[in-house]
């Protein structure tokens, strides 16, 4: 990809991702280390209502289960006649009401909205209490389950019902055992197919990758595609990739006559677990699980699912407050401008929603 293009991509991608001037969307329970509200996206339906969904996450650890914290306890449905809110909740589902089948849910993690050809949809994931394979159960800590990716669908958002809820994407390879943090979209090109981009863990969670399933034209089911759409990097984003939006990027400017590309915004980090920093190196925030940094990679549609990684050797996100987590973005293209939402570590270490919204004159000042 020429430099020119990258430079214009991260110029709008900056732009958009601007920390200074986000506002916070939604709360999280308590303003403290540990909670937040997040990892969803935002959509807008034909009666121009906006819809945004996310999870409320409280103080816990994923290698003890809810024995330090209940983790994530409630996914939430928020609308609002405006781009910028207020927002609304409107519905709310619990771990009890998700519950798909025998396992007990462990914790709410990403979710999706999506309106498409077959209504609306919402992709939710859930740690479930599952035993990992009897020859690996060793590995698997008390209280922890597995994680995989539920589909709830309606005509509409306010008809989502959770005891429709069913299992859509699961897997049993044990260096992708975990799957989660869904981010649902038609795929380039092919209207008729659904793509689902995924986090996934091996059974050991010593990294995060990012996954492809893809749904066929008059298919019922997912298939798992590629387990590794983009390769883990080589420095600051070594020990996690997880794409979590895909931007098309507007046709003006530069690209204009150019075929159709798309800017993939996706969290990173060099430690799944804080690390002690030498006192004569460096400070900088590394990102490590649950306090991700944020990067940017882009490609061109009629080449998807091949992507570029933009944000080779340093971080591109990052909030100027807390620990410096800024992550799971998601954007939305309106006929006024394009709105960015993403998680932003504060002062008191707590994770609101914020959001920036990009008016068209500035995206057409950046790309021409």
Request: hydrophobic fraction near 35%; charged fraction near 20%; include cysteine.
């Amino acid at each position: 990809m020429e430099k020119e293009i990258k430079e214009r991509l991260q110029r709008l991608a900056c732009a958009l991702i601007d920390q200074e001037t986000a506002n916070i969307f939604v709360e999280p329970q308590v303003e403290s280390e540990g909670f937040w509200f997040g990892g969803g996206n935002i959509i807008c339906d034909s009666d121009d209502i906006f819809w945004l969904c996310g999870r409320y996450r409280n103080h816990g650890d994923s290698r003890t289960g809810v024995d330090s914290g209940e983790r994530g306890f409630e996914l939430a449905i928020f609308s609002s006649d405006s781009v910028l809110g207020p927002w609304e909740k409107k519905k709310s589902f619990t771990k009890n009401e998700l519950q798909n089948g025998n396992d007990e849910i462990v914790s709410i993690e990403g979710a999706s909205l999506l309106i498409g050809p077959a209504g609306v949809e919402l992709f939710l994931s859930t740690e479930k209490d599952r035993s990992y394979p009897s020859n690996f159960i060793d590995y698997q800590k008390k209280g922890t389950g597995i994680w995989d990716i539920d589909i709830v669908e309606s005509d509409s958002i306010m008809g989502l019902d959770p005891n429709s809820v069913y299992t859509a994407i699961r897997s049993d390879e044990l260096g992708s055992l975990h799957v989660k943090d869904p981010v649902a979209f038609q795929i380039p090109g092919d209207n008729d197919q659904t793509g689902v981009l995924f986090c996934s863990h091996p059974y050991t969670w010593a990294s995060s990758n990012t996954g492809l399933a893809v749904r066929g034209s008059g298919q019922d089911q997912y298939k798992i595609e590629n387990f590794n759409v983009l390769s883990r990097g080589n420095s600051w984003d070594v020990a996690c990739t997880r794409i979590t939006d895909r931007l098309p990027v507007p046709p003006l400017g530069v690209f204009s006559g150019m075929s159709p590309i798309s800017i993939y915004f996706y969290d990173g980090a060099e430690c799944l677990r804080s690390l002690d920093e030498s006192t004569i190196g460096v400070s900088r925030p590394r990102g490590f699980s649950c306090e991700e940094i944020g990067g940017m990679a882009a490609g061109f549609d009629q080449s998807f699912p091949e992507i570029c990684r933009i944000s080779s050797h340093e971080p591109m996100f990052l909030s100027p407050h807390g620990t410096g987590c800024s992550r799971y973005v998601s954007t939305l293209i309106t006929p006024e401008g394009i709105l960015a939402t993403w998680q932003q570590s504060q002062e008191n270490l707590s994770q609101p929603l914020v959001g920036n919204f990009l008016p068209n004159q500035q995206i057409e000042e950046i790309l021409s």
